[in-house]
């Protein structure tokens, strides 16, 4: 179990979506906020080697299945999806699954990847069970001028519900 001030960081950079791109660097190039969170040992990288994003999405009942679909993510090592649960930590399942990228998800036809968070028991591919409460991080591993830059953002994680 993850300690007090674990899970109190973990809520407090899923309740402001956390930008790991200003935890760290120059005064007046940091989000004061964001930097507390990386200091507290998140997002312990400049933005140009890696990227995170931790949020949660709106109905995280644990029920409600959740779904995205993402295609040529500009980063030249990799992109993760993490989900943890409401302590922060990688909750047990059946799938012994909490985690997806490049190399360990099924891609669809035309090079695209959907995973889905929740509604696993139909055997459907690249599927994350979630618990109560549910929070994801992305990471993006040497992004590239596009994430940098802002002119290509993660797609949402959409209910499907």
Request: charge should be negative; proline fraction near 7%; aromatic fraction near 8%.
């Amino acid at each position: 179990m993850p300690s007090p001030q674990h899970r109190a960081v973990s809520d407090l950079a899923a309740v402001v979506g956390l930008e790991s791109t200003t935890s760290f660097g120059r005064r007046g190039e940091i989000d004061p906020l964001d930097h507390l969170i990386g200091m507290a040992g998140w997002a312990g990288q400049p933005g140009t080697t890696a990227q995170g994003i931790v949020d949660a999405v709106e109905v995280n009942d644990g029920e409600t299945p959740h779904v995205v679909t993402v295609k040529d993510v500009p980063a030249d090592a990799f992109c993760t999806i993490t989900v943890y649960d409401a302590e922060g930590c990688l909750a047990p399942n059946d799938l012994g699954r909490n985690i997806y990228n490049q190399t360990s998800a099924t891609p669809k036809d035309d090079g695209s990847f959907t995973i889905h968070f929740g509604g696993c028991e139909d055997g459907r591919i690249n599927c994350i069970p979630i618990t109560p409460g549910w929070n994801y991080t992305i990471r993006l591993y040497q992004p590239r001028a596009e994430i940098l830059d802002g002119s290509w953002v993660f797609p949402d994680i959409l209910s499907a519900g």
